[in-house]
């Protein structure tokens, strides 16, 4: 439009000029050519020139859009195709979003022949197949898109599900780890490398996930920590069973700088201080982790450390253990069961009534029980303590958090339903009112024990949300 008028412009110019031209200075012009021979006045002769000129201005504009017109027309032509491709790719997602597998499946189509390799008809596709269940085709056009690097991350996501979908570890883990190659802080990818590399046992690939959960702040970094520490205790574990001590003893020292009371880790590290003669480092670490979590295992491992020992001088050690935390629960059970072990009756029986008063655990009720029959070989006191054993609250144990099993022995994943890093030392029966408030569905059975002796042995089963894994413990160390 601009260029038009100044167009104008200019010729309105060039008139003007000329007519003054004419007017200042009349006169006339004869041209002599090929035989021809014209002759005029200035000014028609301006004006004709004016005339020619814009002739080839209009010839030469319509010699360009002559030459232009084809390409002109399948720009076009493409632009419209482009238009009816999006136009498509939008209704099959619209499809796919409303799950209607044959219509998702003509529009993928549709847009895949008017978009030719566009990413977002690849997807469309492979969204299309997979709702038709054709996990074939799907995984096809997956693997198509890892070509384009610009699809590779999307194309690896899509393989990643269907693997999982089939329960195909092995390639989601290996999917897994060229998604991380290529968005290492992606949160998806750090879940499901943590998730699938920790049920494979690749521990190392599991450890470095909460890692980079933690740097990338996927998960709260408390969360990562503890999660790691867990991994690196069940390394240590594996380790240990392998006879490689120094690794053990590596993983667990990184396991308990992250957590410093996890108290499998403790009780692991102070085992293999001890073994390698190391013993006042082991007591030392375990009395560090008494302070912040009391645990009936630290008690076992501290006195393993001796296992010479008298129990008189192991009722001192006991005393050294549990100053960091006098008035807890399993400060009162530990002291009175070495108390007890000593035959310091007065002494035991003072720890265990503190240790239960009128709400005494069934561990408590039984060592009461032993108390009675052994100092005064008083049956009918210590069948007292039992019948009250089989009605008081469980001692803590090792509750998973997920489906409710409670066990003795610390594991990474839950021995009933594999959940990892799911146990919590808690009582059983709380766990389990805990769970029936959140559940209208409580069924308890068998809540049986009354077996003389330790309360250790008993295995008593809850089931419904809650169920006890009947397990023995390795008895500690007699003196
Ligand atoms: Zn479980």
Not at 138 to 151: D, G, I, S, Y
Not at 191 to 216: C, I, M, N, S
Not at 276 to 286: C, Q, T, Y
Not at 353 to 372: K, N, P, S, T
Request: net charge neutral; proline share 4%.
């Amino acid at each position: 439009m601009i260029r038009t008028l100044i167009y104008f412009s200019l010729v309105a110019v060039a008139i003007a000029v000329a007519y003054l031209l004419v007017i200042i200075e009349p006169g006339e012009i004869a041209v002599q050519w090929l035989g021809w021979q014209v002759q005029t006045s200035i000014a028609i002769a301006i004006l004709a020139l004016i005339f020619l000129c814009a002739l080839a201005a209009v010839v030469y504009h319509g010699w360009r859009l002559l030459r232009r017109a084809p390409r002109d027309f399948w720009n076009q032509q493409g632009h419209e195709r482009r238009n009816r491709g999006y136009r498509a790719l939008s209704h099959g997602l619209v499809a796919v979003a409303a799950g209607d597998p044959h219509e998702a499946r003509r529009w993928a189509k549709n847009a895949e022949k008017l978009l030719d390799d566009q990413p977002l008809s690849r997807l469309l596709s492979a969204q299309a197949a997979q709702l038709s269940s054709d996990a074939e085709t799907a995984r096809l056009h997956f693997e198509k898109m890892l070509e384009a690097p610009e699809t590779r991350f999307l194309g690896l996501r899509g393989l990643l599900m269907q693997s999982l979908r089939d329960g195909d570890d092995a390639a989601a883990l290996e999917y897994l780890r060229q998604a991380k190659d290529l968005r290492p802080d992606t949160p998806w990818v750090i879940d499901h490398l943590f998730e699938v590399a920790q049920r494979r046992g690749d521990l190392k690939t599991a450890e470095q996930a909460a890692l980079a959960a933690a740097r990338y702040a996927v998960w709260p970094r408390e969360d990562a920590y503890r999660k790691r520490a867990v991994l690196l205790t069940a390394r240590a574990e594996r380790a240990a069973a392998q006879g490689d001590a120094t690794t053990a003893l590596q993983e667990l020292e990184e396991a308990l700088k992250s957590v410093p009371d996890l108290v499998p880790a403790a009780v692991l590290r102070a085992r293999l201080e001890g073994a390698r003669g190391k013993e006042r480092r082991g007591a030392k670490l375990l009395e560090t982790a008494w302070k912040r979590q009391p645990h009936p295992d630290l008690a076992e491992a501290y006195l393993a450390l001796r296992p010479q020992e008298t129990p008189l001088s192991q009722v001192k050690r006991i005393e050294k253990l549990t100053a960091g935390a006098p008035d807890h629960l399993e400060s009162r059970v530990a002291r009175g069961r070495a108390a007890l072990a000593a035959e310091l009756w007065g002494e035991a029986r003072k720890h265990l009534q503190l240790a239960g008063g009128l709400r005494a655990d069934r561990r408590v009720c039984r060592l009461m029980a032993e108390i009675e029959q052994r100092e005064h070989d008083n049956r009918e006191a210590a069948h007292d303590w039992l019948r009250r054993a089989e009605q008081a609250d469980l001692e803590p144990m090792w509750v998973c958090d997920t489906c409710g099993a409670a066990t003795r022995n610390w594991t990474a994943d839950c021995g009933q339903c594999g959940s990892f890093d799911s146990l919590t030392w808690r009582s059983p029966l709380q766990a389990l009112n805990e769970a029936m408030a959140d559940e209208e569905t409580p069924e308890v059975s068998g809540k049986n024990g009354g077996q003389d002796g330790d309360s250790r042995d008993t295995a008593p089963t809850l089931t419904g949300q809650a169920v006890v894994i009947s397990e023995k413990r390795t008895p500690a160390p007699a003196a």
